[in-house]
C-alpha cells in the first residue's frame, strides 16, 4: 500500500510514438514475409529429415561430401544444439525410406546413432499448411465475436487488432532471422494469441467498469487510469509468465526450442499490445460512454444495471 | 463482516482437491521397462523352464533384470533402461527361437490399491519415450475400382447364365462399361443388373455396331465401399501389429481415409513398414484346359523365373481372404513352405472345384499391389497423379491328386524369411485396398529420455522462479497464491491421467506455460484486494470485494482463452493436440484453484478474523 503505486503514468500520451512503432514493426515484417518468407519446417513442405548423433564431433562438409556421394545433392546438414548431434534434412522428392538410408551411408566411417528421423509427404505438408491458416483465421474470428458480444463491436475490434498485430510481428521475427517455422510454433503462435488477448480482456474490462463507475473525465483520461490501475497486474503475470518461457528455453531442449521462442516474443509483444494496440484503438475509435450505458443488443430486454457480471450459476463459483 | 464459505463448499473443494492427489499419484511411479515373453501359438507352453532360460540367456550376455515374474500365460522381465530392454529383447528372440514372442511392454510399478480404483500414470507420448508414427492413406479409388472388378466378373457370370451375348466388360475409371452386339441383348442386361443390383445407376449408349451399357455406383453404395475398406483396413492392420509383438501400439482412423498407427518402442523401421504395407496375397486358380477360349484365359509368369509362363483360367477359385491360419515350416527336401488352413466357405468351395479337377494342375498366384507418385504435365501444370500396378505371378503350379480340402501346402517361395512373412500376411488377413505412407517419423529412445528429462526440469525450474516471485511480491498472499499453484499443478496431472490423456513434449510445454499463467488470477484478486484496501474498505470486505470483482476478468479472459485452445484442439493433430489438451485442462484447473481452492484457504484461515486490521499482502 505504498504512496509510490498510487503515482501514475501517462500511458496515452506516448500513444502516437507507440502507434508509429508498431506500425513500423508490422510493416517490417509484412515486407520481410513477402519477401524472404518463412522458413517452412518439415511439417509444411514435406520432405525427410534425420537426427543423428555422433560420439565424436563430425566435420560438416565431410558429411556433406559423404551424402553427396551417396546420391544426396541437396541434403542440408547442419548442427543441432550441440557439435555431435548433426541434422540432415532432404527435400521432398525422396521416399520413405531415406532415414534408413541415410545413416547406413553416414555409418561406415564413424560411430553415430539416430535419434529422430522424420517423413512427411508433400500433401500432408500442404494439407497442414491450410489447416494453420484456417485455425488462425478461426480464432480471430471467434474472439471478435464473443467479445462483440460481451462487450461491444468497438471492444471487438480493439482485441482482435492487437491479436493480429502480435501474431505479424512474431511470424516477422521468425522471417527475418529465418527461424524454422513448424507445427509447434503454429501451435505457440495459437497460445501467444490467447495469451495476448487475456491481456487484452483484462484491460478493456477495466475500462469498462470505469467508464460506468467514473463519471467526469474524458475517454483517454479513463483509459490512462484503467491502464495503470492493472499495470501490477500486468507485470507481474507478464513477469511470471516470461521466466517460466525462459525456463523452457534454457532447459527444454532443442526439439522445442523455436517453439519457446515463439512464445517468448509473443509475450512480450502481446503484453506491450495490450496497453499500447488495444487501448490506442479504444482511443481511436472513440469509445465513450454512450457505447457502454445502453449496449444496443440488449435495449430491448429493458435495463441491465450490471449486465457485465455473469450468470447467477456462475457467480455461486466464487 | 466476516469471510466464510458454507461448510458444503469446504468440503466439496477438499474433496475435489483429495482426488486430484490421489489420480496424480501414480504418476510417482514411472512405469518399468520390460520384455513380456509369450508362446506364438496357444500350443506353446508357458511355465518355469521358459522363465529358467530367459534368464539363463541375460545372464549370459551380462544384461541385468529385476523382479522375474510369469501371469497369464506370459513371463515378464523388467529393465532399468530402455537400452538394456532393447538389448534383452534381441537377445532373448534369438535364445528362444520363434516359438515365443518376445515384445517391448511397460510394467506398471503403481500399487495395487491405486490400480483398483482406476488410477493409471499418464500416458507418455512416442517424442518422451521412443518409437515409431506413421501416417497412412487408404487408396479408396483402388477399393472402389477392386470392388468393381468383382461386380464386373459377377455381372458377367450372369450375362453367361441367362444367354445374354456380350463382346466384353471392365471396370474403368469408377464406373463397369459393357458392349452388346445388339439392341436388345442391352436391354435384356439392363432388366438384369437393375432387378439384382440397386447400387448402380445405369445409362445406355450406342457407338457404331456396338451397344453399351455404362453402370455407374450410386454414392451412398461408394461410400459403403470406402467405410469398409477403411474399418477392413484398420482390422488387418491391428492383427498385423500385434503378429509384430508390440505393446501399447495406437491404430486409429484419420479424417475419412487415413490411419495412424503408432508403435512404441519400435526401432526397426523397415521391417514395421513392410510388414504393416505390405499387399500381398494368394489366389488360387485352375490352369486353362488347352482348348480353352482365350476370353477365359490369363497368362501369367513365374516368379522365380519371368521368362516362364502358363495359362491359368480367369477364374478364381478363391484368395488369401479365405485363409484361416497359416504357418511356416519346411517340406520334405528341407525348402520353406506355408501350410494354409481354410475357412469353411473356402474349404468347400476348394473341395468342390478339385473334386472334378483331380489331374489338372492348380496355380497358386502372389499377387503385389503396388503404386507410386507420378508427376505429369497437363496444359502446362505439374499435376501429381497415383500410378497403380498390380504384379502376379505363379509361385505354384502343381498337379491335383485328389479333392483338397481345408488343409493344403503352398511350397515354391523363395526362402524363409519370405515364407514366415507370407503365413503371417496371410494369418492377419489382407488389405482390402492398398495403404501408402504419407507421414512416418521415428524417434530414439535416447532422445525420448532426454525430452522427458528437459521438460521435467523445466517444469521444476519454472515452478521455483514464479513461487519465488509471487513470495516476494506478495508475501503471506503469495504463499496463498503457491499453494494453489500447486494444487493447480496436481489437478492438472490428475485430471490428464483420469482422462487417459496423452502427454507430449509440446504438452509438458502447454504445463510449463499454465504453470507461468495459473499465477494471473490470482494477482487479479490480489491487485483488486490491495485497491479495495486503499480505498478504505475494511480488510474482511475488501477480501470478499476482491475476490468477487476480479471474478469478472477471470471468467472473460479464460474463455476466450479457452475458445482459441480449443480451435488448436480441433484443428491440430499429434504432439498440437497435445498441447492443446494440457493448455484446456490448465485453464479450467486454474480458473478453479484460484477462485475457489485460494478463497477456501482465506476463509479457513484469517476469514474468521474481525479484529484483522492489515494484510500481509
Known amino acids: 500500500m505504498s504512496e509510490t503505486s498510487k503515482r501514475t503514468i501517462d500511458f496515452m500520451g506516448f500513444r502516437r510514438i507507440a502507434a508509429a512503432l508498431s506500425i513500423i514493426l508490422v510493416l517490417g515484417s509484412a515486407v520481410s514475409l513477402g519477401t524472404k518468407g518463412l522458413a517452412l519446417g518439415l511439417d509444411f513442405t514435406g520432405g525427410s529429415l534425420v537426427e543423428l548423433e555422433y560420439a565424436e564431433a563430425p566435420a560438416l562438409p565431410e558429411v556433406r561430401s559423404q551424402l553427396a556421394s551417396a546420391g544426396y545433392e541437396n541434403a542440408m546438414v547442419q548442427n543441432f544444439g550441440s557439435d555431435t548431434a548433426v541434422l540432415v534434412r532432404l527435400p521432398a522428392q525422396f521416399d520413405d525410406t531415406v532415414g534408413d538410408q541415410v545413416v547406413s551411408a553416414l555409418s561406415g566411417s564413424a560411430d553415430l546413432t539416430l535419434e529422430r528421423s522424420e517423413y512427411v509427404g508433400g500433401q500432408v505438408g500442404e494439407e497442414l499448411r491450410e489447416q494453420g491458416g484456417i485455425a488462425l483465421l478461426l480464432a480471430f474470428f471467434v474472439v471478435l465475436i464473443y467479445v462483440a458480444m460481451r462487450f461491444q463491436l468497438k471492444f471487438g475490434l480493439a482485441s482482435v487488432v492487437p491479436l493480429v498485430h502480435d501474431v505479424l510481428i512474431v511470424l516477422g521475427v521468425f522471417s527475418i532471422f529465418q527461424l524454422t ?22 484491460v478493456s474490462d477495466r475500462i469498462r467498469e470505469n467508464f460506468r463507475r467514473i463519471l467526469k473525465g474524458g475517454p483517454e483520461e479513463i483509459i490512462n487510469t484503467s491502464l495503470n490501475q492493472v499495470l501490477l497486474r500486468t507485470i507481474v503475470t507478464s513477469a511470471t509468465t516470461l521466466v517460466v518461457l525462459l525456463s523452457l528455453l534454457v532447459f527444454g531442449g532443442e526439439m522445442i526450442r523455436n517453439f519457446a521462442l515463439a512464445l517468448f516474443i509473443g509475450v512480450l509483444v502481446g503484453t506491450y499490445s495490450s ?26 430486454e429493458g435495463s441491465q444495471p450490471e449486465e457485465e457480471e455473469p450468470p447467477d450459476w456462475l457467480k455461486r463459483m466464487e | 463482516m466476516l469471510n466464510k464459505y458454507p461448510l458444503w463448499k469446504n468440503l466439496l473443494v477438499s474433496a475435489v482437491v483429495l482426488l486430484g492427489i490421489i489420480y496424480a499419484l501414480p504418476n510417482l511411479f514411472p512405469d518399468d521397462y520390460a520384455v513380456q515373453i509369450s508362446g506364438s ?20 550376455a551380462d544384461i541385468d533384470y529385476r523382479d522375474p515374474s510369469m501371469d497369464d500365460g506370459a513371463v515378464m522381465l523388467r529393465f532399468d533402461s530402455s537400452d538394456a530392454q532393447l538389448r534383452a529383447r534381441s537377445r532373448l528372440q534369438e535364445a528362444l527361437g520363434s516359438e515365443y514372442v518376445s515384445a517391448l511392454s511397460l510394467a506398471a510399478t503403481t500399487p495395487d490399491w491405486l490400480r483398483s480404483i482406476g488410477a493409471t500414470p499418464m500416458n507418455l507420448g512416442l517424442d518422451l519415450r521412443g518409437g515409431v508414427h506413421f501416417l497412412m492413406q487408404v487408396d479408396m479409388e483402388a477399393a472402389v475400382d477392386r470392388r468393381l472388378d468383382v461386380y464386373a466378373s459377377e455381372i458377367k457370370r450372369q450375362l453367361r447364365e441367362e444367354r445374354i451375348r456380350y463382346r466384353g466388360g471392365d471396370a474403368e475409371e469408377g464406373q463397369l462399361e459393357f458392349v452388346f452386339p445388339s439392341e436388345s441383348a442391352r436391354d435384356d442386361a439392363a432388366s438384369l443388373v437393375s432387378s439384382e443390383y440397386d447400387q448402380f445407376r ?14 455407374t455406383l450410386n454414392q451412398q453404395s461408394a461410400s459403403e465401399i470406402r467405410d469398409y475398406a477403411l474399418n477392413q483396413n484398420l482390422t488387418t492392420l491391428r492383427n498385423r501389429v500385434n503378429e509384430l509383438g508390440v505393446a501399447e501400439p495406437l491404430i486409429q482412423q484419420q479424417g475419412s481415409d487415413r490411419i495412424v498407427v503408432q508403435l512404441p518402442g519400435v526401432q526397426d523401421t523397415a521391417e514395421a513398414k513392410r510388414v504393416l504395407g505390405s499387399t500381398a496375397n494368394l489366389e488360387f486358380r485352375l490352369e486353362a484346359r488347352s482348348d480353352a477360349s482365350s476370353a477365359r484365359t490369363e497368362t501369367f509368369p513365374f516368379r522365380n523365373n519371368p521368362n516362364r509362363t502358363a495359362e491359368l483360367e480367369r477364374d478364381v477359385i478363391i484368395t488369401g481372404d479365405n485363409v484361416a491360419d497359416a504357418n511356416q515350416s519346411f517340406d520334405e527336401n528341407g525348402q520353406p513352405q506355408v501350410n494354409i488352413t481354410l475357412d469353411g466357405p473356402g474349404g468347400s468351395m476348394m473341395q468342390d472345384v478339385t473334386r472334378d479337377a483331380v489331374g489338372r494342375q492348380l496355380g497358386v498366384l502372389f499377387i503385389e499391389h503396388s503404386s507410386e507418385e507420378v508427376e505429369r504435365q497437363v496444359d502446362g501444370e505439374t499435376v501429381t497423379e497415383r500410378v497403380r500396378e498390380t504384379e502376379r ?12 480340402g481345408s ?12 515364407a514366415s512373412e507370407l503365413a503371417l500376411l496371410l494369418r492377419a488377413g489382407a488389405l482390402a485396398a492398398p495403404i501408402y505412407f504419407v507421414e512416418e517419423r521415428t524417434i530414439g529412445p535416447s532422445l525420448g529420455q532426454q525430452n522427458i528429462e528437459s521438460g521435467i526440469n523445466s517444469v521444476i525450474l519454472g515452478f521455483i522462479l514464479v513461487a519465488l516471485t509471487m513470495l516476494v511480491i506478495y508475501k503471506a498472499f503469495g504463499l496463498l497464491a503457491n499453494i494453489a499453484l500447486t494444487v493447480n499443478l ?22 510449463v506455460l499454465t504453470v507461468g499463467m495459473a499465477v494471473d488470477a490470482n494477482v487479479l484478486i490480489f491487485e483488486r484486494i490491495k485497491e479495495e484496501l486503499r480505498e478504505g474498505l475494511p480488510v474482511q470486505s475488501a477480501i470478499n470485494a476482491g475476490f468477487s470483482r476480479a471474478f ?18 480441433a484443428v491440430g493433430t499429434g504432439p498440437v493436440k497435445g498441447f492443446a489438451v494440457t493448455l484446456l485442462i490448465g485453464i479450467l484447473t486454474s480458473m478453479f484453484t484460484a477462485l475457489m481452492v485460494s478463497r477456501a484457504i482465506v476463509n479457513v484461515t484469517i476469514g474468521g478474523r474481525s479484529d484483522l486490521k492489515a494484510l500481509s499482502i
Open chain 1, 181 to 202: 517455422f513448424d507445427l509447434t510454433v503454429l501451435a505457440a503462435l495459437l497460445a501467444v494469441i490467447g495469451y495476448s488477448l487475456n491481456d487484452t480482456i483484462i
Open chain 2, 393 to 404: 505371378s505363379i509361385i505354384s503350379l502343381a498337379t491335383i491328386r485328389s479333392t483338397l
Open chain 2, 490 to 511: 496436481t489437478l492438472l496431472v490428475g485430471a490428464m491421467s483420469v482422462l487417459g490423456a496423452t502427454l507430449t513434449l509440446p504438452g509438458i510445454a502447454g504445463i
Open chain 1, 275 to 300: 496497453i499500447y494496440v488495444a487501448a490506442n484503438m479504444l482511443v481511436t475509435l472513440n469509445v465513450n460512454r454512450d457505447d457502454l450505458y445502453v449496449p444496443k443488443k440488449e435495449g430491448a
Open chain 2, 202 to 215: 445405369s445409362n445406355t449408349r450406342s457407338d457404331g455396331e456396338d451397344y453399351i451399357l455404362e453402370l
Open chain 2, 41 to 60: 501359438s496357444a500350443s506353446v507352453s508357458v511355465d518355469e523352464t521358459l522363465l529358467d532360460r530367459a534368464q539363463e540367456a541375460l545372464d549370459e
Open chain 2, 407 to 418: 488343409n493344403f501346402r503352398v511350397t515354391g517361395l523363395e526362402n524363409v524369411a519370405e
Open chain 2, 552 to 569: 469478472v476478468s477471470i471468467f472473460d479472459a479464460n474463455v476466450t482463452t479457452f475458445l482459441v485452445a480449443g480451435i488448436l484442439f
